[in-house]
T-cell receptor, first 117, second 115 residues
Framework: GAGVSQSPSNKVTEKGKDVELRCDPI?????LYWYRQSLGQGLEFLIY????????KSGLPSDRFSAERTGGSVSTLTIQRTQQEDSAVYLC???????????????FGPGTRLLVL | AQKVTQAQTEISVVEKEDVTLDCVYE???????LFWYKQPPSGELVFLIR??????QNEISGRYSWNFQKSTSSFNFTITASQVVDSAVYFC????????????FGSGTRLSIRP
């Protein structure tokens, strides 16, 4: 597809269950980012991938959160033992490879709306 | 530390009015990038503009214009002759000068254009 895609678009789960959120970046984009947007709030950085490695995981809120990326493409964000405060929109973004010290623009997917009951 | 402040939580104007969204940033990086994103009711973030710290030239794109002033650490966004379709939440954002760096977002300004 032309843009970043995410699935599912909506997810309702019970407290304590595990969830997996998927992101398909724009083809050829080697950098991939996960952000979280709580209701009425700005975006909070979670993790960044360059290829399959994650040089910056500083935004993951707890060890219940993990992410992986395979084949330099699809990424999965996993939340274990979900809590109500995990309810948010989880956004994925990707950017194209750039020269050193040149920031590439991040393009965002539509997000996954997660509701933990 | 990096920080982006959008002091205007909500703005409401009548269609065809001009409106300016304020953005003030803090960073210790000498090279950095500033962004504006639009988030319409559909929820998807739409990229509007990126500026690097070495280019203070103001930019105009149709009804949109941006005023970047390093002296006041501001990157304000003006919509001229606003339209109902401009109604959205607008986020100002900042990133460092590394080849890939997380974006720090402001809290957003909700803009409502009344017909």
């Amino acid at each position: 597809g032309a843009g970043v895609s995410q699935s599912p678009s909506n997810k309702v789960t019970e407290k304590g269950k595990d969830v997996e959120l998927r992101c398909d970046p724009i083809s050829g984009h080697t950098a991939l980012y996960w952000y979280r947007q709580s209701l009425g709030q700005g975006l909070e950085f979670l993790i960044y991938f360059q290829g399959n490695s994650a040089p910056d995981k500083s935004g993951l809120p707890s060890d219940r959160f993990s992410a992986e990326r395979t084949g330099g493409s699809v990424s999965t964000l996993t939340i274990q033992r979900t809590q109500q405060e995990d309810s948010a929109v989880y956004l994925c973004a990707s950017s194209s490879p750039g020269l050193a010290r040149h920031q590439e623009t991040q393009y965002f997917g539509p997000g996954t709306r997660l509701l933990v009951l | 530390a990096q920080k982006v402040t959008q002091a205007q939580t909500e703005i409401s104007v009548v269609e065809k009015e001009d409106v300016t969204l304020d953005c003030v940033y803090e960073t210790r990086d000498t090279t950095y990038y500033l962004f504006w994103y639009k988030q319409p009711p559909s929820g998807e973030l739409v990229f509007l503009i990126r500026r690097n710290s070495f280019d203070e030239q103001n930019e105009i794109s149709g009804r949109y214009s941006w005023n970047f002033q390093k002296s006041t650490s501001s990157f304000n966004f003006t919509i001229t002759a606003s339209q109902v379709v401009d109604s959205a939440v607008y986020f100002c954002a900042l990133s460092g000068g590394n080849s890939a760096s997380k974006i720090i977002f402001g809290s957003g300004t909700r803009l409502s254009i009344r017909p």
